[in-house]
């Protein structure tokens, strides 16, 4: 049973930094494709970063040079590095796993990133 847990959000002052962590249990980490996606109100889930199994990393140009995303395959988790956060960052974020041959998706619960004074 595949299961990714999210951690690390909460509330955080404009020009703050968070990071999150994505645990994976039930799959076999290095097949997968994963990726944070985040999403408000009334709005699209959006993509916001993702890494493949060989270190390729893709970011929405809205976090370029802000957010760093990594992964570590041995320990099944992934990272999301928030630098500069600004109040349109707000939202729900969901970890994200794609297997590479199959494409079959998963989703985290989700956890909640505040960017306020």
């Known amino acids: 049973q595949v299961q990714l847990v999210e951690s690390g959000g909460g509330l955080v002052q404009p020009g703050g930094s968070l990071r999150l962590s994505c645990a994976a249990s039930?799959?076999?980490?290095?097949?997968?494709?994963m990726a944070w996606y985040r999403q408000v109100p009334g709005k699209q889930r959006e993509l916001v970063a993702a890494?493949?199994?060989?270190?390729?990393?893709n970011y929405a140009d809205s976090v370029k040079g802000r957010f760093t995303i990594s992964r570590d395959n041995a320990k099944k988790t992934m990272d999301l590095h928030m630098n500069r956060l600004k109040p349109e960052d707000t939202a729900v974020y969901y970890c994200?796993?794609?297997?590479?041959?199959?494409?079959?998706?998963?989703w985290g619960r989700g956890t909640q990133v505040t960017v306020s004074s």
């Open positions: 994200h796993a794609r297997e590479v041959t199959t494409l079959t998706n998963y």
């Open positions: 890494v493949t199994n060989g270190g390729m990393m």
């Open positions: 039930g799959v076999i980490f290095s097949r997968y494709i």
